[in-house]
């Protein structure tokens, strides 16, 4: 067995896992072996099993690093014995019993927050329609990912995964970060999630904090300060 860990990179809502792509090709050049789910998005007890079933199928340490709404995703699913660290990266990091709804709404809204867009789609073995979340395709750019590359962040608004709006409300069943090492990146021109709400559950959580001046797309605009800091977690878990 391995006592380095396997990095699981989590998206978050509206990306999916191609999102990591610029931080995937250095994290391979380095050796490091890399996993990054396709994350449901359907609700966060169950997005966070998904995962925490692939983090139990790796033989060895593991690192979760999350962003956004993947902060949380990590947050419950971060209690599998193997898990020896947490990255959130522009994230939500939630106490336990707390929803991204609860924690959202003692900061003043993003823009984001006028910018989503709601539509049903079916729900298997019920006659109520789900309601998906994503972001208007034409602030996509402006909201999301300011300070990448306009060609391609056309391409990213057309190709959202988005989120079931239930999971906005559904309350963490646990906190990893309780007992867990913790590094945190602050998007701090974020448009998406208030850089403030990072703060606040980077602080909370007691990680090593690392503030980049970037949009909420920080692993696209951003990648060597990402890679660093996954960089530095691994150094510090790898016994």
């Known amino acids: 067995m391995s006592n380095t860990p396997t990095v699981v990179l989590v998206h978050g809502a509206f990306a999916d896992a191609s999102s990591f792509a610029r931080v995937v090709t250095e994290l391979l050049a ?4 890399v996993l990054v789910p396709a994350v449901p998005n359907r609700s966060l007890a169950g997005d966070a099993a998904y995962v925490a079933s692939v983090v139990r199928q790796i033989e060895g340490p593991v690192l979760l690093v999350g962003h956004s709404y993947g902060g949380a995703v990590i947050t419950v699913a971060g209690r599998e014995d193997n898990v020896v660290g947490l990255v959130y990266l522009a994230a939500y990091v939630l106490d ?7 924690l959202q709404s003692r900061f003043p809204d993003s823009p984001l927050a006028g910018a989503l867009v709601y539509t049903p789609f079916p729900v298997e073995g019920s006659d109520e329609p789900g309601t998906d979340v994503s972001v208007d395709i034409s602030r996509f750019p402006e909201i999301f990912a300011a300070d990448v590359d306009t060609v391609l962040t056309r391409a990213l608004a057309v190709s959202q995964r988005p989120l079931a709006g239930a999971a906005f409300g559904e309350p963490a069943s646990t906190a990893a970060w ?10 701090s021109s974020d448009q998406a999630i208030n850089p403030d709400v990072q703060r606040f559950g980077y602080e909370r959580a007691q990680a090593k904090v690392t503030e980049v001046d970037s949009s909420h797309l920080v692993m696209h605009a951003h990648p060597a300060e990402v ?4 960089r530095e977690a691994l150094a510090s878990v790898t016994v």
């Open 96 to 102: 336990e019993g707390e929803s991204l709804g609860e």
């Open 178 to 187: 309780k007992d867990r090492p913790v590094w945190g990146i602050v998007a």
């Open 30 to 33: 380095d050796g490091t072996q």
């Open 227 to 230: 890679v660093q800091v996954i």
